[in-house]
């Protein structure tokens, strides 16, 4: 049983950057392709980024395209995802997930972690 565990989130103002870390443990995710997904409030949570298991295959949502950065270190066992010039409507838990296949949908991802917090001011 692989568990996930998300840090690096905060209160930053807008044009600010953060970088967000998930760290497993239990098991080694150098196999599973993993992905960065956020849930605002009063929103379903949606897709940000995701990242092949060799690290060579990344997608984004488009809203962060250019803006985000997504990146593994097997070696560490970790998953990052770099905020760069943040916005407002960044603002969400952000969840890191691990899947057996490379995708963008939710429903195919099966482990989580709990989340970390983002919030961008105006």
């Known amino acids: 049983q692989v568990q996930l565990v998300e840090s690096g989130g905060g209160l930053v103002q807008t044009g600010d950057s953060l970088r967000l870390s998930c760290a497993a443990s239990?098991?080694?995710?150098?196999?599973?392709?993993m992905g960065w997904f956020r849930q605002a409030p009063g929103k379903e949570r949606e897709f940000v980024a995701a990242?092949?298991?060799?690290?060579?295959?990344?997608v984004y949502t488009e809203s962060v395209k250019g803006r985000f950065s997504i990146s593994r270190d097997n070696f560490k066992n970790t998953l990052y995802l770099q905020m760069n010039s943040l916005r407002p409507q960044d603002t969400a838990v952000y969840y890191c997930?691990?899947?057996?296949?490379?995708?963008?949908?939710?429903?195919?991802?099966?482990?989580w972690g709990q989340g970390t917090q983002v919030t961008v001011s105006s």
């Open positions: 239990g098991r080694t995710i150098s196999r599973d392709n």
């Open positions: 997930a691990l899947s057996p296949q490379f995708s963008t949908y939710l429903q195919n991802y099966n482990d």
């Open positions: 990242i092949g298991a060799s690290g060579a295959s990344r």
